[in-house]
Each structure stands twice: as C-alpha cells, then as structure tokens.
C-alpha cells in the first residue's frame, strides 16, 4: 500500500493538516497540500494530544469552543489530524480552551463532525486492530452527561410529587398496545375512551414539538404490536414511516393525534387480516418459514417470482415449500403471489397516474394484456374501468 499517497489524500479531503508520527523512531512526518497553512495550536497541543491517544477509537479535541483535532492510533503511528473549524455542538470528553484570533486560522476549513470523523476512522479502520462505525465512534468522545441528566430526573420527580402529577397508568398503554396485537378494533377504540387523573410524559419544553413526539411515539409503538401480531415488518414499518412524517410535516396540530389513531387502527386492521389467514390455515399458527416466505415475495414484487426462486433463497426444496405454504395458508403459493401484485396493482391504479404499461412493467408481467386478464379474471374489471371506478 502506497502509504504516502494514503495521507495527503487524508490532507486533501480535510484540507489541512495530516501528522504521522513513528512509535519506533519518533519521527514526524507532516502532509498537507495547504501552502497557507499554519497551525499555531498544535505545538501547544501535541503532547497532551498524544498522550490521550488510543487503538479503540479516534479521539476528538476541540479547541476554542470550533476548532477540532482528531488523534488516532495505530500498533506503529500516532496521528494527528486538523485543524478544522467545526460548528456542531456535541459536547466532547476533550474540550479546551485557548486564546484564538479570527487572524490565527483565517485559512481553517469548514467541516462537519461526521465527515471529520469519517475520515479519522478511514485511518483507524484501513490501518488499525478493528473497524468502528462514525456513530459508536462520535458517542464514545461524547462528555458524560449522566449526573446532570440524573440531577434533572430528581428535581422532576421532586415537582411532579409537589404537584400531584402523575402519568397515565402503564397498563392502558399495554391494553392498546394489546388491542393492535390481537386485532381488536373494537376494544382498541375502547381504550381510547377511557379516561385517568395522570397525563402523558412531556417529550419537550415546546408545546408543538411535544405532541408531535407523542403521535410518533405512538405510531412507533403500534407497528411494533402489529409485527408481533403477524404483519410482516416491512409493511408496518412502512406503513409508520409514511404516518409518522404526515405527523411531522402537517401545519394543525389537532391533526396529529387523529393521525395516530388511524395508523393505530389500519395497522389493527392488517393484524386481524393476517389472524384470519391462520384460522383458515390447518395449523392455526403460521410456520416461519411460511413467514419468511411472505416476506421475500413482499420484497420482490416487482420481479418474477417462482416457486423454485423461492425455494433457492431459503435452502428448501420447492415441493416442499409448496405442501408447507399450501398447508399453512390454504392456498397455492402462486395463489398468493398473484393475490399480492394484484392488491399492489390496485393502489397503483388508485392512487398514481402510472399508464397500465407502466404497472404490468413494474410487476414484471409479461404484457400489460397479460396483467389485464389476470386482474380482470379477478375482479371482474378490467383496469381502466377500476381506475375509474376508484379514483373519485
């Protein structure tokens, strides 16, 4: 490997400085392509810098509240990287002050945390003992704020005593959550008429950001229920994920807790499709497998799927699967494979302007004539009389 050339692409892609230092020699070697570059701080720095070096992860130092420096260490080399301005606020274990004028770093560059830290790791993971994603190594250089969150937790429990204000009971949370599960839409709509002298948890100090936070919470809690009641957990993630940036973007904030309760009851709606699927199944329990299954064919709708396609991508001989789903689900699994790109092709005739062309394409059949005498074999019109039909 062409070490050389390795460090000044470090030094270009930050555009500042990059120092190697040699553990056996102590000898540095320094790389940059900046020829108005001078680092006033580093001499001040370097030793202690060094010192907090280690092989688990680069460490970050910022200076003057913007300036950051980066220290990774390798079996053979100390380096130093930086510096680079930096305007995120994320407090570090390794914050220093020191005496700066704009004059000083007049020729600094710009950079964010994560493309800083990327390139740190870039030397850390090509050089170093292990590979370390940005995320764990930006939270491992992270200050410690537990005793002021801790401080914070007492003085709410103190407040909250003083002023009698309790949450609501957990056990209604575990009803509703319980409702979705089991597909219950009566009972869920149940729980969301029972009332208690507690109030929910505030999530924060701005009134508007608070409820949405509660509308998401409770979206996020619901597609966990309904994954536990069967649906398969792209389509409820999914699902949330559309509802819950509904619930971040819209401008009434009466709207939010509607649009929970919605995606509450449609994601309800699909566990109770998927309990009636096993009650009719011979098992009355759905095999893994057969989930499994369910959830390659949801992925690759837009291909062509076969039995023995499937089989492949589960290690499984496709007779086999064959008696197994058809045992499970009470039908073929080309029977469910149609049933499923022909409800896809409903909400694409439905709620998109995409040309039937468009949509025989994009379920992989072999014309658009083909789609139209599957989809009207199956319910009883043809496309453009459902997308009429629907669209109003």
């Given at each position: 490997?062409?070490?050389?050339?390795?460090?000044?692409?470090?030094?270009?892609?930050?555009?500042?400085?990059?120092?190697?230092?040699?553990?056996?020699?102590?000898?540095?070697?320094?790389?940059?392509?900046?020829?108005?570059?001078?680092?006033?701080?580093?001499?001040?720095?370097?030793?202690?810098?060094?010192a907090m070096a280690t092989r688990d992860h680069p460490v970050l130092v910022?200076?003057?509240?913007?300036?950051?420096?980066?220290?990774?260490?390798?079996?053979?080399?100390?380096?130093?990287?930086?510096?680079?301005?930096?305007?995120?606020?994320?407090?570090?274990?390794?914050?220093?002050?020191?005496?700066?004028?704009?004059?000083?770093?007049?020729?600094?560059?710009?950079?964010?945390?994560?493309?800083?830290?990327?390139?740190?790791?870039?030397?850390?993971?090509?050089?170093?003992?292990?590979?370390?994603?940005?995320?764990?190594?930006?939270?491992?250089?992270?200050?410690?704020?537990?005793?002021?969150?801790?401080?914070?937790?007492?003085?709410?429990?103190?407040?909250?005593?003083?002023?009698?204000?309790?949450?609501?009971?957990?056990?209604?949370?575990?009803?509703?959550?319980?409702?979705?599960?089991?597909?219950?839409?009566?009972?869920?709509?149940?729980?969301?008429?029972?009332?208690?002298?507690?109030?929910?948890?505030?999530?924060?100090?701005?009134?508007?950001?608070?409820?949405?936070?509660?509308?998401?919470?409770?979206?996020?809690?619901?597609?966990?229920a309904a994954i536990r009641g069967g649906v398969l957990p792209e389509i409820?993630?999914?699902?949330?994920?559309?509802?819950?940036?509904?619930?971040?973007?819209?401008?009434?904030?009466?709207?939010?807790?509607?649009?929970?309760?919605?995606?509450?009851?449609?994601?309800?709606?699909?566990?109770?499709?998927?309990?009636?699927?096993?009650?009719?199944?011979?098992?009355?329990?759905?095999?893994?497998?057969?989930?499994?299954?369910?959830?390659?064919?949801?992925?690759?709708?837009?291909?062509?799927?076969?039995?023995?396609?499937?089989?492949?991508?589960?290690?499984?001989?496709?007779?086999?699967?064959?008696?197994?789903?058809?045992?499970?689900?009470?039908?073929?699994?080309?029977?469910?494979?149609?049933?499923?790109?022909?409800?896809?092709?409903?909400?694409?005739?439905?709620?998109?302007?995409?040309?039937?062309?468009?949509?025989?394409?994009?379920?992989?059949?072999?014309?658009?004539?083909?789609?139209?005498?599957?989809?009207?074999?199956?319910?009883?019109?043809?496309?453009?009389?459902?997308?009429?039909?629907?669209?109003e």
């Amino acid at each position: 490997m062409n070490l050389s050339a390795f460090y000044y692409y470090i030094a270009y892609e930050l555009h500042s400085f990059l120092r190697v230092y040699d553990k056996a020699t102590s000898k540095e070697d320094v790389y940059t392509l900046r020829v108005d570059a001078e680092d006033l701080v580093k001499d001040i720095y370097e030793e202690r810098m060094l010192a907090m070096a280690t092989r688990d992860h680069p460490v970050l130092v910022r200076i003057q509240e913007t300036v950051l420096y980066g220290v990774v260490e390798t079996a053979d080399c100390y380096y130093i990287a930086g510096p680079v301005g930096c305007q995120d606020t994320i407090p570090l274990k390794h914050d220093y002050e020191y005496d700066l004028s704009e004059e000083d770093f007049k020729w600094m560059p710009e950079c964010d945390m994560a493309f800083f830290t990327g390139k740190l790791l870039l030397l850390h993971n090509v050089l170093g003992d292990a590979t370390l994603p940005v995320q764990p190594c930006i939270t491992a250089n992270t200050a410690d704020e537990s005793a002021e969150l801790h401080a914070a937790f007492t003085r709410q429990v103190f407040a909250n005593r003083e002023i009698q204000r309790r949450h609501n009971p957990h056990d209604h949370e575990l009803r509703e959550m319980m409702c979705i599960e089991t597909g219950d839409a009566y009972q869920l709509k149940v729980t969301w008429s029972e009332q208690f002298a507690g109030e929910f948890g505030t999530t924060s100090t701005n009134p508007d950001r608070d409820m949405r936070n509660l509308g998401l919470v409770t979206v996020a809690f619901a597609t966990r229920a309904a994954i536990r009641g069967g649906v398969l957990p792209e389509i409820a993630l999914s699902l949330g994920d559309v509802y819950m940036q509904k619930i971040d973007t819209t401008p009434m904030l009466m709207e939010v807790m509607g649009l929970a309760r919605a995606c509450e009851m449609e994601l309800t709606g699909l566990v109770a499709k998927e309990k009636q699927r096993r009650d009719e199944s011979k098992s009355g329990q759905e095999n893994p497998m057969v989930r499994r299954c369910k959830d390659y064919v949801y992925k690759h709708l837009q291909e062509k799927l076969s039995v023995k396609t499937i089989a492949d991508e589960l290690g499984i001989h496709p007779n086999y699967l064959s008696t197994l789903f058809r045992e499970d689900t009470g039908i073929t699994l080309y029977d469910y494979i149609m049933e499923e790109k022909l409800d896809l092709a409903k909400k694409l005739l439905t709620f998109t302007d995409y040309s039937y062309s468009d949509i025989s394409t994009y379920l992989a059949f072999s014309s658009q004539s083909h789609l139209g005498k599957v989809f009207k074999n199956a319910t009883g019109l043809t496309l453009m009389q459902y997308r009429n039909k629907y669209r109003e």
